[in-house]
């Protein structure tokens, strides 16, 4: 299968002017990011950039906030008789105050401004764009009085730069003869804060390089280390005819029509001692300078040519040419294909190990784009989400972003454990910035007190070593995460508030906790133990603990802590269950009415991400988790992927339902935005149901092909199973999606029958797979020629570190 060309048939295309922020052309390199939008008189590139932002933190209150002990004393004073805690004096000021951090606009991401191509509206207009997301080349076409062309443009992989040539268009023998344009100018975000420094802009004497810097202060008391800044600049290419410039604006140059037009921009940032002044002498030489970390070669804007853009353009196509090659899909259904790859393509435009983890929003923004809930990360599902298709996909590379955020994350989380809630380990936050943080950023009882977000932050960390194998990887950055977590699970479970007499029982208890999206905290803590996703992922972090403590030989060493965990897994509270329209479902705390409207698909959270039913599950079980993924009610916005993850494991997933949804909720840049489903849960029915729309990118609904590779190949159990929610009226093949165990699968499913099996095994495990045909002898072929054939529902083979093998229906 040739990955790339089947990435080729699912272009962007947009007929016409593409003016607005969401219409436009998404590019990317994982660190910078560029939206290409088209105005009738312009065109215009919005920048942006993963470790660009308003680095400025408020870090108030620290001793009022107090600890979790006296908090939770106070709040268990407050009378049962109130329908809110907020009903009473103490707890609203106190929510007040530990909220005014938080409520503040920063930190937040940084529009890094933008380059605007202008051309004359009564020669020149704009036909419409097109995004190849297999190379990631965007082309606009472009009539000037009856002529064609196009301008080609596209984000460089290796350094933080966008490259844009014109084109003359001979396709149909009426090509333009000379570029359009008329004017090019760098545009500062215009809703950059104004306590700010005032950008510093140059242009150099002959017009063609045009350069801003904006510096990002810590503090505004004053020039300090932690300092940062950023400076964009734009340089035409030699052969550009520049006119001057309007003297009142240092920032745009005129040009004159020419045969020739090449333009780089290119985006510095770092620290500020780091980022070089803007100086209008600057000297324009073809010398390196330095773009960004993760750039491998010379920033060649200094005097931009055909040959320069060239040399990038062959550069760039070698690393979309290795991106597409880790796996790809061939489906019989053009939509769900479409899908998966313009999402794989936005999820390599958006992340990168060299640069910050992104956070809601990504790396595009413009204005207040970008900038709602501070563009953080939220760890109860939006941070963790866009990562679940890093590993089947086998881009588990990307998942490294993420593994940076935990280690940035884990001294603040480290540190609120000790001191507010006096527990060994850590407790990892609700919302974290990707900048110096010394305190949590919104320790808010109501939300800050989800439990389940400690282990949850955890979660990838281990799957990363089950789908890779790589013990250098669990050893050097998983384990200790890993391991901070359970110490804190264990010490809240052990606490004398969370089990004894009181509860009636023997079992160690999640109390208090809160349930994602839903209730805050209630008086008497009616809703908030056991909530359901808690207990899920606790019981999948203890499990998880103790495996890797077998798989690096730790299991003397942490014998203790192990010995904990395994005390509070055989005293493990219940799964919270109603009764329901149809029978007994997971609910998401006890005494829940079955038919609530929920935020995040908590009551099939045992399927996804608690990973303990599914497919696997004796057919009692089955049969509560499949009841309780039907008679869910979501109310939108945070389940057009984690929802249909759930359905997929259990192989429910209604696939023309789930492709109606995309479609409601899609927006014309190809991208995915959160949208509201109904009311009756927190929405009303005056509620605009798009009100999320223009938020920004939400980098979340990236992981949009997760879904299908679980509709395609399961192995989260350790045993592969192959097409378990596909259709059996619809052909399909994939190529090289990874599953448990460090294997690479490649199959096929034509006429409802599998076929073309063939498993790479990057570790020499051994391999368990369901029966492909359900029925009758198996072959397996491996690379030596030898055969061996086997029998029964589970297939197992010992293979060898880099070893082929083929699956034959005998």
Not at 206 to 211: A, E, V, W
Not at 611 to 636: M, W
Not at 739 to 745: E, K, N, P, Q, S
Request: with cysteine; charged share 25%; glycine share 8%.
């Amino acid at each position: 299968m040739n990955t790339q060309q089947q990435a080729r048939k699912h272009a962007i295309r947009h007929e016409g002017p593409a003016a607005n922020f969401f219409e436009g052309a998404l590019l990317g390199n994982g660190r910078l990011g560029a939206v290409v939008t088209t105005r009738p008189d312009a065109v215009v590139i919005h920048f942006g950039h993963n470790n660009v932002w308003d680095i400025r933190i408020a870090e108030n209150h620290r001793q009022e906030i107090g600890t979790f002990k006296s908090v939770f004393e106070r709040l268990r004073a407050i009378p049962e008789r109130h329908e809110s805690l907020m009903d009473d004096d103490w707890y609203r000021a106190y929510v007040e105050m530990s909220s005014e951090n938080y409520s503040l606009p920063y930190p937040r991401p940084m529009p890094c401004g933008s380059l605007l191509l202008g051309f004359d509206t009564r020669t020149t207009e704009v036909l419409g764009h097109t995004l190849d997301v297999a190379d990631g080349q965007c082309e606009i076409r472009l009539l000037t009085e009856g002529r064609h062309s196009v301008l080609q443009l596209f984000v460089d992989q290796r350094g933080d730069r966008l490259w844009a040539a014109w084109r003359a268009d001979a396709a149909d023998g009426s090509s333009a003869a000379l570029a359009p344009f008329n004017r090019i100018k760098l545009l500062p975000d215009p809703l950059t804060p104004q306590e700010l420094p005032a950008y510093a802009s140059a242009c150099s004497a002959d017009g063609r390089r045009l350069s801003f810097r904006q510096s990002l202060p810590r503090s505004l008391d004053g020039a300090g280390p932690q300092d940062r800044a950023f400076r964009l600049t734009a340089c035409c290419s030699a052969e550009t005819a520049v006119r001057g410039r309007p003297a009142a604006d240092a920032l745009e140059a005129r040009i004159a029509a020419t045969g020739a037009f090449v333009v780089c921009a290119a985006l510095e940032e770092g620290a500020a001692a780091e980022v070089p002044a803007t100086d209008a002498a600057e000297p324009e030489t073809q010398g390196e300078t330095k773009a960004s970390d993760g750039d491998e070669g010379a920033l060649e804007s200094g005097r931009p040519d055909e040959a320069a853009f060239a040399r990038a353009r062959e550069a760039s196509d070698r690393v979309w040419a290795a991106y597409w090659s880790r796996s790809g899909v061939a489906l019989g259904d053009e939509f769900l294909e479409k899908i998966w790859y313009r999402n794989l393509y936005f999820f390599q435009c958006a992340v990168s190990e060299n640069a910050a983890c992104p956070g809601l929003f990504a790396n595009w923004s413009y204005g207040r784009i970008g900038s709602e809930w501070h563009g953080d990360y939220h760890m109860n599902y939006n941070t963790q989400q866009p990562f679940w298709v890093a590993f089947s996909s086998n881009h588990a590379d990307k998942h490294l972003a993420y593994a940076n955020m935990v280690d940035h994350v884990l001294p603040v989380s480290r540190q609120w454990a000790r001191e507010y809630y006096g527990l060994r380990g850590a407790y990892f936050p609700h919302s974290a910035y990707p900048v110096e943080m010394s305190m949590m950023p919104y320790p808010v009882p109501h939300w800050g007190w989800e439990v389940c977000e400690t282990p949850w932050t955890v979660q990838s960390l281990w799957w990363h070593y089950l789908y890779t194998m790589e013990r250098g990887f669990l050893a050097d950055r998983a384990f200790v995460p890993m391991k901070d977590a359970v110490l804190f699970m264990v010490d809240y479970m052990k606490r004398p508030d969370a089990r004894g007499e009181a509860w009636g029982d023997d079992r160690y208890h999640i109390f208090p906790t809160v349930v994602p999206e839903l209730y805050e905290l209630t008086p008497g803590f009616r809703r908030n133990r056991d909530c359901i996703v808690d207990l899920t992922l606790t019981k999948f972090l203890f499990r998880a603990f103790g495996e890797a403590c077998a798989a690096l030989g730790r299991q003397a060493e942490e014998s203790e802590l192990l010995a904990e965990t395994r005390e509070i897994l055989r005293a493990f509270p219940d799964y919270p269950t109603a009764e329901s329209r149809l029978g007994t479902v997971f609910v998401s705390v006890a005494g829940e009415d079955p038919e609530v409207v929920y935020n995040v698909p908590n009551g099939v959270a045992t399927v996804f991400p608690g990973e303990d039913h599914g497919l696997h599950s004796p057919p009692e079980t089955y049969a509560v988790a499949e009841r309780s993924y039907r008679n869910h009610r979501n109310e939108g916005g945070n389940d057009l992927v984690f929802y249909p993850m759930a359905g997929a494991r259990l192989g429910q997933l209604d696939l023309e339902r789930f492709k109606r949804q995309i479609a409601y909720c899609m927006l014309p840049n190809g991208t995915c935005t959160d949208k509201v489903l109904q009311a009756g849960g927190r929405y009303s029915d005056t509620t605009a149901f798009d009100y999320m729309a223009p938020m920004g990118i939400w980098f979340e609904n990236f992981a949009l092909p997760a879904v299908l590779n679980e509709c395609l190949i399961q192995s989260y159990t350790g045993i592969i199973r192959l097409f378990p929610n596909w259709p059996s009226d619809r052909d399909a093949s994939f190529s090289t999606l990874r599953a448990v165990g460090g294997f690479l699968v490649s199959a096929s499913v034509r006429s409802g029958e599998a076929a073309d099996v063939e498993i790479y095994s990057e570790a020499g495990e051994r391999l368990r797979i369901y029966h492909p045909w359900g029925e009758g002898a198996v072959e397996w072929i491996r690379e030596n020629g030898e055969t061996l054939r086997m029998e029964g529902t589970l297939i197992e083979l010992e293979t060898a570190k880099g070893e082929t093998v083929r699956l034959a229906r005998a």
